[in-house]
């Protein structure tokens, strides 16, 4: 298994340890990880679960669909099999995966260090 | 009969531009290949189809229309491709140009001097989007009568058939204002108003607010009524059934769905899917 700093090394997982703060592709990665989904349906998906940072306004999830399929975390196709409207469904590779499992990595250590902050502030302020 | 080298497009006067960028790319192709371009209002496209107008590619600027009008005689299968929402456009001569903006634009459209304009309803989506947008106004900015107020001020010559024509008075100055998809605006390179995401039509994660909002237009036929609830706005392709060539029509829905053809629909300042 890569470490995190090896992770890094490739250029898709540097873009998502760049952004980890504001949880957005964590937060797409996770929500195809349970099935795939698309861009509408991820929109209202991400609004409701307030795990993001950012807005989830269409043109910034569709821009972050499309680069993750360039970096090969999505594979998107065109729903063809039934008549009536079809959409864009969007669905994790394997590399999306471990992307996936990188950022529970990152977001893991944040809290880790975040519950340390906490910890000692209580300590050597709030009780002090 | 049919010439195998014709593509027939049929498409909304909002998509103009990205269906010419994608039937040039489909030419450079195939040179020898005759594409015919007509656009209107999206609600008046899908009447002709209906009323036996024959064309190879329908591209609407409503998904819904597939539904109420085409389907399943006309249309079984439609690509919902692409997203946008309602502005406020305007140019540099308009009056109150200068200090318009999110929180007042209301108050100068409804100045005594200001004129501004929208599409008619019964043709156009852009039409009955903009009666939603009138609405959730009301509600948004707690402003009760506002509808109405606006309704009473676009009346007769200021109501056109196709909101593609509404940016282009507004460019030559024949209007001051006019509520307009962005990817039109941004074709004819017009300034314009971000209005708030709850009431512009852009945004699914809204689509509950939108629906709270509902206009009525004619129906399928003659004489009847439908109540339209309020939806993010969306464009959506399709090859009738009737089409005379089908194999050319979907070289031509492929490139609008492919990779090329998102990136022009981006260009032309829509948003892909």
């Known amino acids: 298994m890569k470490t995190v700093k090896e992770e890094a090394q490739n250029p898709a997982f540097a873009y998502i340890a760049g952004r980890i703060d504001k949880m957005l592709v964590p937060t797409l990665l996770y929500f195809l990880a349970n099935k795939p989904a698309h861009g509408y349906g991820l929109i209202q998906m991400v609004n409701e679960s307030g795990f993001s940072e950012i807005e989830a306004d269409p043109a910034t999830i569709y821009r972050n669909l499309r680069r993750m399929e360039e970096d090969g975390l999505v594979i998107s196709q065109w729903e063809t099999e039934n008549t009536g409207p079809a959409r864009r469904a969007y669905q994790l590779s394997p590399e999306g995966h471990q992307a996936l499992d990188y950022c529970v990595q990152l977001i893991t250590d944040k809290v880790i260090k975040m519950q340390v902050f906490l910890e000692q502030y209580q300590r050597e302020v709030k009780e002090k | ?273």
């Open chain 2, 1 to 273: 009969m049919s010439n195998p080298q014709t593509l027939k497009i049929l498409h909304a006067g909002a998509l103009r531009k990205p269906v010419v960028e994608c039937a040039k790319l489909l030419h450079e192709a195939r040179p020898g290949l005759d594409i015919q371009l007509e656009s209107c209002g999206s609600r008046a496209c899908a009447r002709q189809v209906r009323e036996g107008k024959v064309v190879d590619v329908l591209a609407l600027a409503d998904p819904m229309l597939f539904d109420e009008l085409l389907g399943p005689e006309y249309v079984d299968k439609y690509y919902i491709f692409a997203n946008d929402q309602i502005v406020l456009t305007y140019d540099e001569f308009s009056k109150g140009g200068g200090e318009i903006d999110a929180k007042n634009w209301f108050d100068i459209l409804l100045r005594e001097e200001v004129t501004f304009g929208r599409s008619n309803q019964h043709l156009d989506p852009c039409g009955y989007r903009t009666l939603i947008v009138w609405q959730l106004a009301e509600q948004y900015y707690g402003r009760p009568g506002l509808f109405g107020q606006l309704d009473q001020r676009c009346r007769g010559d200021l109501i056109y058939p196709k909101s593609y024509d509404l940016a282009s008075d507004v460019l030559v100055g024949k209007l001051d204002y006019a509520f307009e998809y962005l990817c039109v605006v941004n074709q004819f390179g017009l300034r314009y108003l971000t209005l708030p995401e709850k009431i512009n039509l852009s945004n699914p994660a809204h689509a509950d607010y939108y629906r709270q909002s509902t206009v009525s237009l004619q129906g399928k036929n003659s004489g009847e009524m439908i109540t339209i609830p309020g939806a993010p706005i969306e464009f959506a392709i399709a090859i009738p059934k009737n089409a005379e060539n089908p194999a050319l029509a979907k070289e031509f829905l492929d490139l609008m769905l492919s990779k090329k053809g998102q990136q022009i629909l981006e260009d032309c300042g829509l948003i892909p899917y």
